[in-house]
Structure formats: C-alpha cells, structure tokens
C-alpha cells in the first residue's frame, strides 16, 4: 500500500477494492499522510513537545496535516490521542480565516471527516461540535483578550507568521492550555523571520516538520508548481513561500536581502567583459572550505552582472580546475582570476593542465576579507552590480557576512570569489569597460 501512495498509482490500487474498503482507506489519513504531515514522536529534547511546529511553503499540505491532527485528537485516534480530546483550540488571524480555512476549507476539518464523525459548525457560538460530544473553539488572533478565560487540552495555531497581533495572542493562549494530562499545540505557517517564530524554533519543548511546495506537487493544479517556480525559485520570496525557509538578514551585514531582490534580473545585457573568479581551498578533505567559482560581467556602462556561482565544497584540484575552465568556455570570458594566497604557482599550474590556451590573472589578498568586501559592498549600494538570476547559497553568505565574519564561524568562500570578480572588473586597474574584441 505505502509503495503504491509513494509511486502515484493510488488509482490502480482503488479500483481493484470494493466501495465500503476504498472509503475507509481513503479517510486513512496515516497512509496517505507524508511523514512531515504526522505528528513526531518527540521534541529534541527527547521528551513529549509541547509545540509542534509545521513550518512549510504555500500549498505544502500544512492545513490537511492541521486539520487531521484535530480530527484525531477529537476522535480519540491513535496516534493522535489516546482518547477524545473534549477542549480544543482553534486560532488564526480572523474569525474569518478560521471558518473559511480551517474549518470550511477545502482541506478543513469538516472536508476530512466522514459522514458519520463529521462535527458541525455553530456560527453563533464560533465552534465546532462532533456528535461524541468533542468541541473545537474559534479565535481571532486580532483579539487576544477573547483567549482569556476558556481553557483547552489542545490548540491548532494556523499561520502564525502573519498574525498582526501574534505575541498577545500567544501568550494568552499559553493561559489556558492547562486540562488534560498532556495541554499541547500544533503551528502551522509558512515562516517569516518574526520573534515569536524564531523563539519556538529555539525552544526544546518545540519539534519541527518542514514540507516544500513542491512535495506536495500531485494535490496542485496542473503547471502551478513550473510557473511559480520559474518566477520565484531561488529569491527571497521563493524560498520563504514555496520552500518554507526562514529567511532573514544578520544584524551588521554588509548585504541586506531587500537590496538584493532589487538589484535582480532575469538576463544580463551585452558584457564588454567576462571574468571567471575562483578562490582555491587549501584541502579537498571531508569539511574543508568550499572552492569559490564565480563568473561576472561588466557591460559598457560600468555595471557588473553576476552570472553564476558554481561553487563546492570537497573538490580535488583537478576538479575545481576543470569547472573553472568550463565557466570560462560557457560564457566566453577573457580570463579567470585566481587568488594564489593557497596554493601559489600551483593554482595557475593545475588550471594550465586542464587548458593552458587560457589566459589567468594571478591575485593576492594583502588586506582582511572585510575590508576587501567594504566597496563591492559600496558598489551594490550605487546599484552597479546586478544579479543575472537567483544565487541563494551565495546571498546567504552575502547576508551574513560581517566585520566578525559568517556567523558560523566558516570561510566566505562563494563570497571571496564574488570579490575577486567585481574588483577584477569595477575596482582593479584593468577595470575600465571596453569593446569586446579591440
């Protein structure tokens, strides 16, 4: 059965099964349920959590997976529950969202229940009553004083991320989630880098689950995945709305996120000149520093375009070499440029066994990685170097740069090679734009 869910051929499989067996392994929600969508067993800490966390891209299955957890609890389904859960929670931004998504939605409480155990909505009271008695309350997160004063075993939390007022929200609701032997909440949102989010994210009591829109591709509309895709893969936007990344800017980066989207484009225009930028690691070895490999233009008005990074970690010398000369041929560049401060002769040496026709500009780093970056930095804030797509591994590197470095302590090494290539370009004493050619 898990394999014909996992290979897409559910039809096949329901059609050789009577009516009464398809309906009921159709509202099984563990087998069709990927294994972000069910709840973990616990939180990191090994002990039972307290939040589960969903954080996902849009239509990644978040408000199924929120949907049949209530409906689980309020069933008494393991291994939701144990026993019905009597006293639940249910919150987002407005009352309007709770009936319209959580409730009423396509992929809501009453559409994942059956005839038989389907609750109904009480619009009056803004609750959710099942026929064993169970009941789920509604709140708006734009009212967080309505949280004063009920109480609950159990709460779903949708969007959270979005929510105007979601620290007031919160924290009322953490009042009153105090019956039953386990009170808990599930969150599911697509993230946004907001003090609440990332203090869950931080808690130990918090277990996390994170779906990609793209892992839930078979439930969306024909062509809506390539589409969303072709715009937004790889910006800032993509990665928070389809990838569910938490993306934000470290405090006293020379690059903010913001600015980058704004200097992005989908094509370079004509270049006057191409260089390749490499900064060679010192070893190949398992956790050494990545080979910085990136390739930019200048075009006649003095703009530099970035065209690609093809940076990695763990290449041998004659590897990094070969996708060096491969830049070059791809996008008919007058020269790379080398930082010899690892390696020395070597570096021009090993790219000269892969093409010695080749022309290498050998260069050498005399002052700190900061003070090196300082007026590329300054060259980004006058809007002369523009992005030729989308570089997420290098703009996160960009966005966490600072004087004391990455915040993770690693070398900038995608980073160190943009550099090289923008002052080869706009800053050296070869950087004039002329006519390709002459």
Known sequence: ???????????????????????????????????????????????????????????????????????GLAL???????????????VAETMADVREVMVEGVSGLRAVHDD???????????????????????????????????????????????W???????????????????PRQMVTTTPRPSALLKRLLADPATAVTRARTAHNARHLAPGFLDAVLARYGG??????ELDGELIEDRPGALWARAALEALREAA?????????????????RAGADACGLVCAGIDGGGCVHVLADASEAGLRPAVWAAR???????????????????????????????????????????????????????????????????????????CDFSADGLSSG???DRLDALVWAVTALALGQKARPRVRGL
Request: proline residues 9%; positive net charge; glycine residues 8%.
């Open 1 to 71: 059965m898990t394999r014909c869910v996992e290979t897409g051929r559910t039809e096949a499989l329901l059609a050789l099964l009577t009516a009464p067996v398809a309906a009921r392994l159709l509202a099984d929600w563990e087998i069709w349920a990927r294994p972000d969508q069910l709840p973990p067993a616990a939180a990191p800490s090994g002990a039972p959590w307290i939040t589960w966390l969903v954080l996902g891209g849009r239509g990644a299955g978040k408000t199924r997976a929120g949907a049949e957890w209530v409906r």
């Open 76 to 90: 008494g389904r393991p291994p939701f529950a144990d026993r019905p859960v009597g006293r639940i929670a249910l």
């Open 116 to 162: 038989a155990t389907r609750p109904r909505w009480e619009a009056v009271r803004r609750r959710l009553v099942w026929p064993n008695g169970a009941v789920a309350q509604g709140f708006s997160a734009e009212d967080p004083e309505s949280l004063r004063g009920p109480q609950f075993e159990a709460a779903w939390l949708d969007e959270l991320a979005k």
């Open 164 to 182: 105007r007022r979601a620290e007031a929200t919160f924290d009322m609701l953490q009042f009153g989630l105090r019956l039953g032997a386990r």
């Open 235 to 240: 910006t800032r936007l993509g990665r928070q």
């Open 268 to 284: 370079a225009p004509p270049l006057a000149r191409i260089v390749v930028a490499v900064d060679p690691p010192a070893s190949s």
């Open 324 to 398: 060096a000369v491969a830049l070059y041929r791809r996008f008919a560049a007058d020269r790379i440029v080398a930082e010899v401060n690892q390696g020395g002769e070597m570096v021009k040496a090993v790219l000269a066994e892969i093409d010695p026709a080749v022309p290498v500009e050998m260069v050498r780093a005399t002052r700190g990685k900061f003070l090196r970056a300082e007026p590329v930095a300054a060259l980004y804030e006058q809007s002369r170097v523009r992005h030729a797509g989308a570089f997420p591994e290098l703009e996160d590197e960009m």
């Open 410 to 412: 690693r070398s900038p």
